[in-house]
């Protein structure tokens, strides 16, 4: 299946191709210019493929937790890929696309996944990996940081887990960078 994924939910503006045998990817740290980065780095990405639009399968999109106009940009620009396509389209949790990343280098073990959602909170959400696969444990959700860490101390305690942290919640606030 050939499938373009864009998301736009943090500082971050990534585009990625998987053309059912290679992968083709296109990330930029670009805070405040996603809508400006955006369209240039899907067609880097399909040239780099030697592709076009009319050759994918479906099209995925960063639905968030994060960045609330990150995530209008990222779903604005898929709507308009996939109304001038007719392709299909779906929606990835960004906190669920961090944990796969994480869990391709830490496998059975929990990832903590904590992103900065401005104004003393996070996007916060807690995956175990078995055999390859991400279950989500503790539910996606915006809090403040000690109720992140208090939630994942006690399941880690309950369950007798160790934990991989992945997102920038981790080192803007100090009480989840101290677990």
């Known amino acids: 299946m050939k499938i373009l994924a864009i ?26 210019q996603h809508s400006q980065r955006l369209l240039p780095m899907v067609d880097s990405v399909l040239k780099q493929a030697k592709m076009s639009l009319s050759d994918l399968d479906l099209l995925a999109f960063g639905r968030g937790p994060g960045s609330f106009t990150g995530v209008r940009i990222a779903t604005g620009m898929i709507q308009g890929l996939a109304l001038g396509t007719g392709l299909k389209v779906a929606g990835v949790s960004t906190l669920a696309a961090m944990a796969v990343e994480a869990a391709s280098i830490s ?3 929990l990832i903590a996944c904590a992103t900065d959602a401005r104004m003393g909170e996070v996007y916060f959400a807690v995956y175990q ?10 539910e996606e959700q915006v809090c403040p940081p000690d109720v992140a860490a208090r ?10 887990y160790t934990f991989v942290p992945a997102g920038t ?10 677990l």
């Open 7 to 32: 998301d736009t939910a943090t500082e971050a503006c990534s585009v990625a191709l998987n053309n059912g045998t290679e992968q083709f990817q296109e990330f930029e740290i670009c805070p405040q």
């Open 107 to 109: 496998q059975n073990t």
């Open 129 to 138: 990996v078995k055999e390859g696969s991400c279950q989500q444990v503790i």
């Open 151 to 160: 939630l994942l101390t006690d399941y880690v305690n309950q369950h007798a």
């Open 169 to 178: 919640g981790w080192q803007a606030y100090e009480v989840l960078g101290a």
